[in-house]
């Protein structure tokens, strides 16, 4: 299908006005983070660069340490949802046996559990296991995922039973065959599933905010609004350094997978 | 007749046999399957479904500060809830915002989907545009449109100024704080939404187009009769997931109004956290909780009907 000149320049003026609609509030806090308070102040155009902004957020709090805890606690999540979905989803797909379409209804019902509506009794557990405040309390409770098992459930579906079949006669067991060949075979999903996993987890707010009351695994979403709320004088500039801090990792991973995670949330979303 | 009896002996025990080994088999791929299983089931079961059960119990008692049950009092909570006004307002305040937030994302995200999904030049970077507020955090969101809210060097205000318009109060003020909250929640969910969306275009099978090209259909011809009708069911998901979505609005009033001004920006998920981690009231915060699980399971209900006939439909 071919386009008219006419047509495209209308599609492009359309697409360039929407996209710069869509990344300004994004562009005017990185431009505002390199400004100097006084231009800010004055809301005239920048009128010089500085970096002085990140050397305030990063002065007034430990914003390195909040980056390095985010960092490990969405690593952490991310590995732990890829290993139990995978297993899940494996044992949906390959291995038959009694009362598995009630454990099936039984991961579609979780969905059915906002997380926000059993947060009470979710935080009581932590505390109890004295998980406050670490980054298990963090992490654990977001491993088991209904949605990363079924993502990966379609995938394994299009795995040809025979070659499971040929393998186990070949005296390979399910677990082997698992990880030598459904794994490897399913790379795609699975990074999809990672990224989607590591993105989703930098981003938590309200568990966070609960379940870490001091420096030592606060993330850094709960640094900017700690930063937010300690800017008494109005900085603007230093808090847009923090937020631009806190969104750098996830843009790039989104920038490099946006593909994929875009095939794969349909997937997950339409079948 | 006396040949047949030890044919018959001999069947038996093989079918023994077989029985046997036939159940070993079932216990041995029972117990491989919940081997595989059993890491999601336990934490699902700790942290999914117990928390579920217990908050439903908590909204029968009163708790101590530490969230141990001290009185069962039956109804008491949801009765003292559906008298409350604050309550009542948050669950007002809910429906009202997915109101203002739902159908304008689900509109726009399709504009620019229907816009990046035409075979152009660099539309692969429209495209990562389009889709990059998914990678923004509700935190940094918040922060973003905090500033574009301020009343004296917001941005916004800014424009209204020059423009010869009086500034709004647009997060003091009840009229507007709403729709302020609204207008951040919009943005942040485009990406998503946009990406679902995409995706839901893509998978439309391109020769329903060419053959409407031959017929000689134009452009909004096409838009209308071929690709809204085939992306029904993707757009019944993304409104449903967005919904769901949006009743479990927290981060953007923690951060823009903290519910303010007046509750006019409480929406049930802030007035859970401020009953239980601010008041300690936990049975009465659960009572709440049990309220926003009824209305995200009607919500999750509809999806699964609108899912089961769109199956129907193919």
Do not use: C
Request: net charge positive; proline share 4%.
């Amino acid at each position: 299908m071919m386009l008219s000149m006419r047509k495209k320049i209308v599609f492009y003026v359309l697409l360039i006005i929407s996209a710069l609609l869509l990344a300004g509030p994004a562009i005017m806090a990185i431009v505002m983070s390199f400004m100097t308070n006084q231009d800010i102040l004055t809301g005239r155009l920048p009128t010089a660069f500085t970096i002085d902004n990140y050397i305030a957020a990063f002065d007034r709090l430990p914003l390195l340490q909040f980056l390095f805890n985010s960092l490990i606690v969405s690593i952490v999540i991310m590995l732990g949802q890829l290993i139990l979905s995978s297993l899940a989803a494996y044992a949906f797909v390959f291995l038959e046996f009694k009362g598995r379409d009630f454990l099936f209804y039984l991961f579609i019902a979780t969905m059915m559990v906002p997380f926000e509506a059993s947060v009470i009794p979710n935080f009581h557990i932590i505390r109890d296991l004295n998980w406050i405040d670490t980054y298990a309390g963090l992490t654990v409770p977001f491993f088991a995922t209904t949605f990363g098992t079924f993502l990966l459930r379609q995938n394994f579906k299009q795995i040809p039973k025979e070659l499971r079949e040929a393998s186990l006669i070949a005296g390979m067991g399910d677990f082997k065959f698992f990880l030598t060949v459904v794994l490897p075979v399913s790379r795609t999903s699975l990074v999809t599933l990672g990224i989607y996993g590591f993105l989703t987890s930098w981003n938590m707010y309200l568990w966070p905010l609960l379940a870490s009351t001091n420096d030592t695994v606060r993330t850094i979403q709960i640094g900017l609004k700690q930063l937010q709320t300690q800017e008494q004088l109005n900085q603007w500039g230093v808090i847009m350094a923090g937020a631009v801090i806190v969104i750098i990792p996830t843009l790039i991973l989104l920038f490099l997978g946006q593909k994929k995670l875009q095939k794969g949330l349909t997937e997950g979303a339409v079948k | 007749m006396s040949m047949i009896y030890p044919t018959i002996e001999t069947n038996e025990t093989y079918l023994h046999q077989a029985e046997r080994v036939k159940r070993q088999n079932q216990m041995k791929s029972f117990l491989k399957g919940m081997l595989f299983l059993l890491p999601s089931i336990i934490l699902f079961s700790v942290f999914v479904f117990y928390p579920m059960f217990k908050t439903i119990y908590l909204s029968f008692f009163l708790t101590n500060a530490q969230g141990a049950t001290t009185v069962f009092t039956g109804w008491d909570n949801y009765k003292a809830l559906f008298v409350d006004p604050i309550f009542i307002k948050s669950v007002k305040n809910t429906f009202l915002f997915v109101f203002y937030t739902v159908p304008p994302t689900v509109i726009i995200s399709l504009i620019l989907a229907v816009i990046a999904n035409e075979k152009l030049k660099g539309i692969g970077f429209f495209r990562t545009v389009f889709s990059s507020t998914m990678g923004v955090s509700v935190a940094a969101a918040s922060v973003f449109w905090l500033y574009l809210f301020n009343p004296t060097m917001g941005l916004l205000n800014k424009v209204l100024e020059t423009s010869g318009l009086d500034a709004i109060e647009w997060l003091t003020d009840p009229k507007w704080a709403l729709i302020a909250v609204s207008a951040t929640t919009i943005w942040m969910n485009i990406g998503f939404t946009f990406l679902i969306l995409l995706g839901g275009l893509q998978s439309i099978d391109s020769s329903l187009y060419e053959s409407a090209d031959i017929e000689g259909s134009g452009y909004f011809y096409k838009l209308r009769r071929i690709t809204i009708p085939m992306l029904s069911p993707t757009f019944f998901f993304v409104i449903t997931v967005s919904i769901i979505n949006t009743f479990q609005t927290f981060g953007q009033i923690d951060i823009l109004t903290q519910g303010g001004p007046a509750n006019g920006t409480n929406l049930i998920v802030y007035s859970i956290y401020r009953e239980a981690f601010v008041n300690y009231q936990f049975g009465a915060a659960s009572a709440q909780a049990v309220v926003l699980f009824i209305l995200i399971l009607l919500m999750t209900a509809l999806q699964f009907k609108l899912v089961e006939r769109k199956v129907h439909y193919q």
